[in-house]
T-cell receptor, first 116, second 110 residues
């Protein structure tokens, strides 16, 4: 079973604050993703990466930066947090392209962020 | 992305079955996945389908019709513990990006 660890689990900040969410996966998966989950919208893709140094834009990237420093580590950065970014954030990893065995997303436990 | 639509809620009775529907935009389709998400927990993978027809996996079965942009997840012999949200996700424009629907909350009553 792939292990994806997110930190912190909970975070409270103020409008305009600077927040970094961390994600580490220990199965050497190629792909990593950041999603946010909000009632009525489901999971929405913010950014993703297919390897160290790579970054791809998802559906809702505005206000977010991300960086993949190593195969294992993917960070989501909110440099000027706003109340609209209050959400539950999930990191996920996936082995690679190809058939069903490589198409499973493994999720971290989530980070609940509140921007006051 | 990709217009993935699911009903918000579904109720059924223990020991019977439930069918969770999902529709999506058909252009550039590269497969469809189902995930289960219990309250307060992360989504967990259930099934992936890319070919038309019914894929029987026991307690969970999945059906896909690519020409109609339609899939369903069928849960049989329901148990109370099957109460959860069920998320449909479409792989588009390639296998590496998954777009999720908003999920269907299934409530199984005694």
């Amino acid at each position: 079973e792939a292990a994806v660890t997110q930190s912190p689990r909970n975070k409270v900040t103020v409008t305009g604050g600077n927040v970094t969410l961390s994600c580490r996966q220990t199965n050497s998966h190629n792909y990593m993703y950041w999603y946010r989950q909000d009632t009525g919208h489901g999971l929405r893709l913010i950014h993703y990466s297919y390897g160290a140094g790579n970054l791809q834009i998802g559906d809702v990237p505005d206000g977010y930066k991300a960086t993949r420093t190593t195969q294992e580590d993917f960070f989501l950065l909110l440099e000027l947090a706003s109340p609209s970014q209050t959400s539950l954030y999930f990191c996920a990893s996936k082995e690679g392209t190809g058939g069903p065995s490589q198409n499973t997303l493994y999720f971290g436990a989530g980070t609940r962020l509140s921007v006051l | 992305g990709q217009g993935v639509e699911q009903p918000d809620n579904l109720m059924s009775v223990e020991g019977t079955f439930a069918r969770v529907n999902c529709t999506y935009s058909t252009s550039g389709f590269n497969g469809l996945s189902w995930y289960q998400q219990r309250e307060g927990h992360a989504p967990v993978f259930l099934s992936y389908v890319v070919l038309d027809g019914l894929k029987d996996s026991g307690h969970f079965s999945t059906f896909l019709s690519r020409s109609n942009g339609y899939s369903y997840l069928l849960l049989t012999e329901l148990q109370i513990k099957d109460s959860a949200s069920y998320l449909c996700a479409v792989s588009w424009p390639n296998y590496n990006v998954l777009y999720f629907g908003s999920g269907t909350k299934l409530t199984v009553e005694p």
